[in-house]
């Protein structure tokens, strides 16, 4: 098990950037594959990107594909989304995750184990 902290979060107008961070701690850290997921009210956590434990693979959702990257630094322990060209409908609370399946960078959230409890995102039209 591993725990993590989200932050980045924050009040935006559209067409604007922010970049989420996500620290891991625990142990074996690094030996796992990570990825944002969000959730909005009323709506199903949705799946938003996902990154292998080396960056040789990368999954996106196709909603935010050309404007959000996933990125991380085993070195910190850091995971990253940035976020360019924001919408209202990207609204939602974001959460980090972390799978044990370290090779594979998933979109099913069956796969994460670990989830952070979330950083909220608030897009203004």
């Known amino acids: 098990q591993v725990s993590l902290v989200e932050s980045g979060g924050g009040l935006v107008q559209a067409g604007s950037s922010l970049r989420l961070s996500c620290k891991i701690s625990?142990?074996?850290?690094?030996?796992?594959?990570m990825g944002w997921f969000r959730q909005s009210p009323g709506k199903e956590r949705e799946f938003v990107a996902s990154i292998t434990w080396n960056s040789d693979r990368k999954n996106y959702a196709d909603f935010v594909k050309g404007r959000f990257t996933i990125s991380r630094d085993n070195f910190e322990d850091m995971v990253y989304l940035q976020m360019n060209s924001l919408t209202p409908e990207d609204t939602a609370v974001y959460l980090c995750?972390?799978?044990?399946?370290?090779?594979?960078?998933?979109?099913?959230?069956?796969?994460?184990?670990?989830w952070g409890r979330g950083t909220q995102v608030t897009v203004s039209s």
């Open positions: 995750a972390a799978d044990k399946t370290f090779y594979r960078a998933n979109t099913d959230a069956d796969s994460f184990t670990s």
């Open positions: 625990g142990r074996a850290r690094n030996s796992y594959a």
